[in-house]
């Protein structure tokens, strides 16, 4: 059986990203650049971290995002392409990263 590593990724993110580790590489507004912690809620534009006992909420348009899907398996991820809710995002082309 052959692994396709991209289609195992884009499977694990179209679910959803609830609970996996998340470290915000870029971002449209600064101070939230460098942010990391566990998400813990999505909607279409938005992703809320949990992050030093505060919930942040980050746009997901304009910013780069790294996250953690399993150890040893971390991702990085441009916010445009997280864009919808994940029952939507099951329906979108797969890996378009």
Same mark, same amino acid.
């Not at 650049?33 to 348009?61: C, W, Y």
């Given at each position: 059986? %052959?692994?396709?590593?991209?289609?195992? %990724?884009?499977? !694990?993110?179209? &679910?959803? @990203?609830?609970?996996?580790?998340?470290? @915000? /590489? =870029?971002s #449209?507004?600064? #101070?939230?650049? $460098?942010? +990391?912690?566990? /998400? &813990? *809620?999505?909607?279409?534009?938005?992703?809320?971290?949990? +992050?030093?006992? =505060?919930i942040?909420? @980050?746009?997901? !348009?304009? +910013? &780069?995002f !790294?996250?953690? %899907?399993e150890?040893?398996?971390? &991702?990085? /991820? $441009?916010?445009? $392409?997280?864009?919808?809710?994940?029952? *939507?995002?099951?329906? !979108?082309?797969?890996? +378009?990263?």
């Amino acid at each position: 059986m %052959i692994f396709n590593k991209k289609l195992y %990724i884009w499977a !694990k993110l179209a &679910v959803g @990203i609830h609970g996996y580790y998340i470290e @915000i /590489v =870029k971002s #449209s507004i600064e #101070s939230l650049s $460098n942010l +990391s912690g566990v /998400v &813990v *809620d999505e909607t279409a534009h938005m992703i809320k971290v949990l +992050s030093q006992d =505060k919930i942040r909420t @980050i746009p997901k !348009k304009g +910013s &780069v995002f !790294k996250i953690t %899907i399993e150890p040893g398996l971390t &991702v990085r /991820v $441009n916010g445009e $392409n997280l864009l919808g809710k994940p029952e *939507d995002r099951m329906k !979108k082309k797969k890996y +378009s990263w």
